[in-house]
Structures are given as structure tokens and as C-alpha cells.
């Protein structure tokens, strides 16, 4: 007969794990249609020639487009995540949906996400505003629904400073890294490379070549914006509307110092004038 052997205190005191509310930062698709077809086709020719622009990117399906259809069935989902994780994102939610859309979506292993939260309302101005330089305007049609709110991801290296609400980070950020800037404005003094990501509850101020991804507003504040000294993004999201570099950017921006804004539903960037 096995010996009986207690438990010591000292093992029931160690935890091997807990449990803690996150939230995550990920780019959310506002379906309009059930046909896949079209669907596939339009995807493909934004997207289909740009492998790994949306590596392993996390993906919510917001379904609150196909409230607007008479009667609309619930997608196929199969064929939708099929050609999502074909290029390159990964459906991990679905929000916004009818009860047969939703179940339909939680059937496919999605999670349900909360519905999208509408815009931070703007504070009152005790102060006159500060000059906006002029630019040379050309706006583009925005195609996204809001984002979920990011969770914090920790840049590797010494720590960041932070002074009054602002996110300082003064060397590059790296492909593959994740920097989120809760509560204010993201500063970054070096080189964002191509598949890195710069994401702020505020605006993204990046004075050096943003060549990666740029998410400003992600809780939904349409007053923020994102300005490069040398704007050639993959990716421009501002509070959950965003356009990618093969959407096509302005002629003369590429390269040049410019920002991006919201005009009503519309994704605005411009280049920046001295």
C-alpha cells in the first residue's frame, strides 16, 4: 500500500497559473454581403497579391452590415473563414449579428465579441485649438468596421517613457512587434519597419519612415490621426476604419511627411506641407 504524502503548504500557496480579463487588438470586418462570390473576388483583387500583409492577423467578423438586408441568410461560414485564413487573417470573433447570424458564427467555433462601442465623446474646449499645417487633400473611402480595444503588449528593451498620457518609444520598432499606447498618444522616434505595428487609444505620431502598420483611436475617438515624417504604411486605421497600401495610397504621398484623419466616414490622408 502507497504511503499517504500530504500536501505541503508551501505547494498549496504556489499558483501555476491564473485567470486575468484582457481584451485584444485586432482589425474588425464589417460584412455587407452574404455572396461569397463576389465577396472572394473583391478580397482577391485588393488583396491576393500581397502575401503576408495580414499574417496571422487577428480578425473579427462584425456582422451588424447584414442587419440592413431583407432576410439575409446567415453566411456560409465555412467558405468565409476558408478565404479569410486564406489571406492570411485569423477569424477568432463575430459580433454584431442577428440571433441566426450569430449562431451561426458561434456553430463555426468563433467567439462572441461585445458589439462596438460608439465614439468617445469630444471634451470641451478650454483652450483655442492649435494650427493645423495645410495639406494637400485626397481622401479615400474608408472599408472597416471599429476595431476591438488592444491589449497592451510590452516592447522588448529598457522601458518606454511615459509623460502625461504619452507613450514615448525613441529606438525602431521591429517586424513582428506590437507597441499599444493605452489612454493618449503614441510617439515613436525611429524607423517602424514593415510588420510591425504602432497602435494608440489617441493618435500615433511617428517621426521617422512608417513602413508597417499605424492604428490611432482603436476605443473609437474619431478626432485621432496619424502623421509620419515619411509615410509609406502598410496599413492606416483610424477608429476602426482603414485602408491598406494596395488600396492604393494618394498620388505623391508615398514617402513624403503626411498624416491621415477622418472626414465623416471617409479615411483622409494628405501630405503635409512645410
Request: charged share 20%; hydrophobic share 45%.
Amino acid at each position: 500500500m502507497a504511503a499517504y504524502r500530504p500536501v505541503s503548504r508551501k505547494a498549496e500557496a504556489t499558483a501555476l497559473f491564473d485567470l486575468k480579463s484582457t481584451s485584444l487588438p485586432v482589425l474588425a470586418l464589417l460584412l455587407r454581403t452574404v455572396d461569397l462570390d463576389a465577396l472572394t473576388a473583391q478580397m482577391q483583387q485588393r488583396y491576393g497579391d500581397s502575401p503576408g500583409l495580414f499574417e496571422h492577423e487577428p480578425l473579427c467578423i462584425d456582422l451588424a452590415g447584414l442587419r440592413e438586408l431583407d432576410e439575409a441568410p446567415a453566411p456560409d461560414f465555412v467558405r468565409l473563414l476558408a478565404l479569410l485564413r486564406g489571406l492570411g487573417f485569423n477569424p477568432v470573433a463575430v459580433r454584431g449579428g442577428l440571433p441566426l447570424h450569430m449562431a451561426a458564427g458561434l456553430a463555426a467555433g468563433l467567439a462572441e465579441a461585445p458589439d462596438a462601442a460608439g465614439p468617445s465623446p469630444a471634451p470641451e474646449a478650454s483652450a483655442a485649438p492649435a494650427a493645423v499645417p495645410q495639406a494637400d487633400n485626397s481622401s479615400l473611402p474608408a472599408s472597416a468596421a471599429p476595431a476591438l480595444p488592444p491589449t497592451e503588449v510590452a516592447p522588448a528593451g529598457p522601458a518606454p517613457s511615459a509623460l502625461g498620457g504619452t507613450l514615448i518609444i525613441d529606438r525602431p520598432v521591429r517586424s513582428g512587434q506590437r507597441i499599444y499606447a493605452r489612454g493618449g498618444d503614441l510617439i515613436v522616434l525611429g524607423m517602424v519597419n514593415a510588420g510591425a505595428e504602432v497602435v494608440a487609444d489617441g493618435s500615433v505620431h511617428v517621426y521617422a519612415p512608417l513602413r508597417g502598420r499605424a492604428v490611432a483611436g482603436v476605443l473609437g475617438d474619431t478626432r485621432a490621426r496619424v502623421f509620419s515624417t515619411c509615410m509609406q504604411a502598410q496599413l492606416i486605421s483610424i477608429a476602426g476604419l482603414w485602408k491598406t497600401a494596395e488600396d492604393g495610397w494618394p498620388a505623391g504621398l508615398q514617402g513624403q511627411p503626411a498624416q491621415a484623419r477622418l472626414e465623416g466616414e471617409r479615411l483622409v490622408l494628405e501630405v503635409i506641407k512645410g
